[in-house]
Structure formats: C-alpha cells, structure tokens
C-alpha cells in the first residue's frame, strides 16, 4: 500500500470524494440487502447484513485489483447488427445482472402486495446460505459501477481500496437503521423496489 498517496491534499480530496460516491452508489445495496436480510428470522438477519457487506467490500477490493481486466471489460465483444451497437463485457455483466435485479425486485413487489395474502401456497423459508448466494451475485452487479467510478476518478489503488473501506464502514453502521426504517415502512420498501 502507498501510504504517501494519503499524505497530500489530492489524495486526500480523491479519498473522501470516493468514500461518498461509494456510499451513493452503495445505498441501494444496503436498502436490496435489507430487503433479502428481512427474510430470515430475526436472530439471523443482522448478521446477514454484515455478511452481504463484507463480501461487498470483498468484491469491490478483488475488482479494484483486477484493473487490467475490468479496462478489457469495456473492448467491443460483438456489435448488435441491426442498430450497429457494439456490445462489452461489461455491458453484458450488466445486462444479465439487470435483468436478474429487475425479476428480483418484481417478485418481491408481487410477494409484498400479492404474496401471502393473494395466494395460499407453503413456501419454504429462505435459507441463511440462499441469502448470502443472492447478497454475492447482487454485490457484483453493484460493484461494477462502483470500481469503474473508483477506477476513473483516482489513480492510485491504496485510495481507490481505502474508499471502499470506509464506505462499507459507513454502510454498517447505517445498516441497521436503514433496515428498520424499509421494514417499518412497505411503502418504501416498494419505492426501493420500483427504482431496482
């Protein structure tokens, strides 16, 4: 770790400038994380939270470092001939991922408004393992953007992790209040939802 990086005033402006756009870009990680969280029965649940962010700040670190692949990520895999559009890796990360958010996000609208209530069907109750497995392909998704952000606005890796780190720092404590509230509050938990 360089830590020179952290000693000049550039550095210092790039690491809170970062450490607030990754705790932006990661709000609706911890609000989706709750949501998956509120599942399970409540002795389980915080300790979900701090999993889902941990493996966040995992994958956001192992992505950080892994620069050189994620700037091969954004080369022209194939064009879409009818609207002459080329297509990256990273386009189709974020497509699939997109799309699992959007079937994630609308089966939890259907099962908040419609669920339990609409329909009678036994259900089996999301296992710790189940949660943790959706929090891990949710996190790549929303780590992507967030290390192309980091990638872009810093030169330097020590700031680019120290970021990251603070921002989930920031998130965990903020994890629980936030869940209490989406949880108290189904409208919300509904708005968070429609704008996955």
């Known amino acids: 770790m360089n830590f020179d990086a952290f000693l000049t005033a550039d550095g210092l402006v790039a690491l809170v400038t970062l450490s607030v756009l990754e705790v932006v870009l990661g709000i609706d990680n911890v609000i989706f994380i709750s949501i998956l969280a509120g599942k399970l029965p409540a002795a389980q649940q915080e300790r979900a939270r701090r999993i889902g962010l941990m493996a ?10 892994s620069i050189a692949w994620i700037s091969r990520l954004t080369a022209p895999l194939f064009t879409i001939m ?20 959007l079937f994630k996000a609308t089966r939890e609208i259907h099962d908040k408004l419609e669920g339990e209530e609409g329909h009678v069907k036994a259900r089996v109750a999301p296992t710790m393992a189940a949660v943790i497995t959706q929090i891990m392909l949710l996190d790549i998704v929303f780590s992507l953007d967030s290390v192309i952000t980091a990638v872009g606005m810093a030169d330097d890796i020590s700031i680019m992790v120290a970021a990251v780190v ?9 994890a629980r209040p936030v869940s209490a509230f989406v949880d108290a509050h189904p409208t919300v938990k509904v708005l968070a939802l429609s704008f996955l």
């Open 82 to 101: 009818i609207v002459n559009h080329p297509v990256s890796g990273r386009d189709l990360i974020l497509i699939i991922g997109g799309l699992f958010l």
């Open 56 to 65: 966040a700040m995992g994958m956001r670190i192992v992505l950080l470092m």
């Open 166 to 174: 603070v921002a989930v720092a920031i998130m965990m404590f903020a």
